[in-house]
């Protein structure tokens, strides 16, 4: 019995491989799809969302129960054609004065969350943002703010508006920035964020290309 199924087994993976080389014959073979990788800093105020936001990006679904980050995490992204390595780094007071260890080299982009509902903790957030802005290995990267939580008070105005936000953070000046409102906890705005950043990395490699 135990032959035959052998048998049966061999018979079906030599017909697939007939079918495929018959398929690679007329169609041609299939394009391989090729991931561009960029290391991506991913900051903000403890309890702003950061942490959700990626589990919502990788997963596509609502994130369960979040931990505070207490030391970094290292969460794959891909936002096509880029596989973004994001390293979410804990947001802590404590935390904040090692930020700068992980601005890397090769770091390619920051991604600053803020949480839209809690009026209160944005110039806490401005003034955490502006030692990394002045940072020399992050002041020309693209910058993707998130504005998250945004479905707290009203989607369209919520607790803080785009426009406090901007100023607050001082994101009228920069080249490459984008604000996105967004909520991690129904998923709306967070792909819109990623395909921005994206597009914004593919702007850049290809100014360094026409450069050198």
């Given at each position: 019995m135990s032959s035959?199924?052998?048998?049966?087994?061999?018979?079906v993976a030599a017909v697939r491989i007939i079918c495929y080389k018959l398929k690679t014959a007329i169609f041609g073979a299939p394009t391989p799809i090729v991931l561009l990788e960029a290391r991506v800093l991913c900051l903000g105020l403890d309890?702003?969302?950061?942490?959700?936001?990626?589990?919502?990006?990788?997963?596509?679904?609502?994130?369960?129960a979040v931990e505070p980050t207490s030391g970094f995490?290292?969460?794959?992204?891909?936002?096509?054609?880029?596989?973004?390595?994001?390293w979410d780094i804990g947001g802590a007071p404590a935390v904040r004065p090692f930020w700068r260890r992980y601005a890397a080299p090769e770091t390619r982009a920051l991604v600053w969350v803020v949480d839209a509902s809690d009026?209160?903790?944005?110039?806490?957030s401005a003034a955490a943002l502006a030692p990394m802005l002045a940072e020399p290995r992050?002041?020309?990267?693209?910058?993707?703010?998130?504005?998250?939580?945004?479905?707290i008070g009203?989607?369209?105005?919520?607790?803080v508006t785009d426009d406090a936000i901007s100023a607050a953070l001082g994101l009228g000046g920069r080249a490459e920035c984008q604000l996105v409102r967004c909520s991690a906890v129904d998923g709306r705005g967070v792909?819109?964020?990623?395909?921005?950043?994206?597009r914004a990395l593919e702007r850049r490699e290809q100014a360094i290309r026409e450069r050198t």
């Open positions: 035959l199924y052998e048998k049966l087994l061999i018979a309890g702003a969302g950061k942490t959700s936001i990626l589990a919502r990006a990788a997963s596509g679904e609502a994130p369960g995490h290292v969460r794959p992204i891909v936002s096509a054609p880029w596989r973004l390595e994001l009026a209160a903790r944005l110039a806490e992050l002041a020309r990267l693209p910058l993707l703010v998130f504005a998250n939580k945004a479905d009203g989607w369209d105005a919520g607790v792909a819109d964020g990623f395909e921005w950043l994206a």
